[in-house]
């Protein structure tokens, strides 16, 4: 069975802050999500439930 295309989100997140990684060469750490989601869970139930994204 193939899903629908515009249901497909080739992308990842990060939940909370990130340090500072030489390779993006930052100088402190970084919030990159604009979502803020307190922990895995509440990001799983108020963003991808609530728009129904499937996950593999």
């Known amino acids: 069975m193939t899903t629908h295309p515009k249901k497909i989100i080739d992308a990842h997140c990060h939940i909370g802050e990130i340090p500072p990684w030489k390779f993006y060469d ?13 922990n895995r869970d509440e990001f799983v139930k108020n963003h991808l439930d609530e728009f129904k994204i499937e996950r593999a």
């Open 26 to 38: 930052l100088e402190h750490p970084v919030k990159p999500t604009v979502y803020d989601y307190r």
